[in-house]
């Protein structure tokens, strides 16, 4: 079985798990956990991560390359470092091959615009069974779920591992008790 990881990092975003060989997707919003400081605060939660990863044989991890912005405050930008870091560190420690990819690489590829909600659109119609998955119940999308998706796409058609025919949702109890 062939599984390959496709992240978009982040508090709002996402690890999809796409089986290449049966054809079927699983994601995950990103794992956090709070803590107090002067305010409550997230942080990504590593167990969680290194949980979701050995629930399958991980293939490959795709994580999109992306960087703190000017826009956001010093203690936002040190917090998205370090949750970039701890999915760095928990695929080194699970001896996962990583690869880094540039959005506009995968945007080219998957032909998405830099818009988020194009992301949804394009992963709706490339994934039409996950559409569930990509828009909330009031009519909001989960940006983060369709952009991991799509990186994971990105991922096994890099590697030559493509689905040949369409994805569905992994239904998997293990799956669905590692979400709660």
Not at 43 to 70: C, G, W
Request: aromatic share 8%.
């Amino acid at each position: 079985m062939t599984v390959i990881c496709g992240i978009d990092p982040g508090l709002q975003g996402a690890l999809a798990f796409l089986d290449t060989d049966n054809c079927r997707m699983w994601i995950a919003d990103m794992p956090i956990f709070e803590y107090e400081t002067t305010k409550t605060r997230k942080k990504v939660d590593p167990y969680s991560i290194a949980r979701f990863m050995t629930a399958q044989p991980l293939s490959h991890v795709y994580l999109e390359e992306v960087n703190a912005s000017p826009q956001m405050g010093t203690v936002s930008a040190f917090s998205f470092g370090e949750g970039k870091g701890i999915l760095l560190g928990v695929a080194a420690a699970l001896g996962v091959p990583l690869t880094h990819v540039k959005p506009n690489q995968w945007k080219k590829m998957m032909k998405v615009p830099a818009d988020k909600r194009a992301a949804v659109q394009r992963s709706s119609q490339l994934f039409p069974a996950c559409v569930p998955l990509f828009k909330g119940p009031r009519g909001g999308v989960f940006d983060g779920r369709a952009e991991a998706a799509l990186v994971a796409l990105y991922g096994a058609m890099e590697l030559g591992r493509a689905p040949t025919k369409p994805v569905t949702l992994w239904e998997n109890e293990d799956e669905k008790a590692l979400s709660v």
